[in-house]
């Protein structure tokens, strides 16, 4: 049991360690699947055109659902401007729950992009209320600039 506590208390005391953790591992994914979809272009229109607008869906997975997922993805794995990279992929992932996946919904099918999707979503709606830790780019910056600041007296 001594053991045990021993774990939780370190646990408690790197929290930002795991958030950091699961921010680089969302970077990497995000960026991979921007790949992929690079890769796999015919894929990405395929889901797009299940969107009623599917001009201009194909337009917007052209023009910004690839960057943004290789470019987020990669500024969320370093992290640097991990909030702005985070929001960057919410219209994504937002747009891919809403209109794509959840009409679906009600259908039995074998699936898990739907509840994957809510996750990432939901992931990256921590990242932007908490930011980056301390093993992150914007971390080394910002305690940069903190301390060449000069500090100023009470009086």
């Known amino acids: 049991m001594k053991n045990l506590n021993e774990w939780k208390l370190w646990c408690q005391g790197h929290e930002d360690l795991f958030r ?3 921010r680089m ?3 990497v994914g995000l ?3 921007g790949v992929y979809f ?3 272009r015919s894929e990405l229109d395929q889901l797009v055109g299940q969107i009623d607008n599917a001009v201009f869906g194909q337009a917007a997975a052209a023009h910004y659902v690839i960057p943004a997922h290789l470019a987020g993805g990669l500024l969320l794995a370093i992290g640097l401007f991990t909030r702005v990279a985070a929001l960057l992929q919410v219209p994504i992932l937002f747009g891919a729950a809403v209109y794509v996946y959840l009409p679906k919904m009600a259908l039995i099918e074998p699936r898990q992009s739907m509840e994957f ?3 990432v979503l939901f992931i990256l709606f921590l990242i932007v209320a908490y930011g980056a830790g301390r093993f992150s780019v914007d971390h080394l910056l910002w305690k940069k600039e903190q301390s060449q600041l000069p500090a100023h007296s009470a009086a």
């Open 25 to 27: 591992y969302l970077g």
């Open 117 to 119: 999707t809510f996750l």
């Open 31 to 33: 960026f991979v699947k």
């Open 38 to 40: 690079m890769t796999h």
């Open 20 to 22: 950091d953790l699961v």
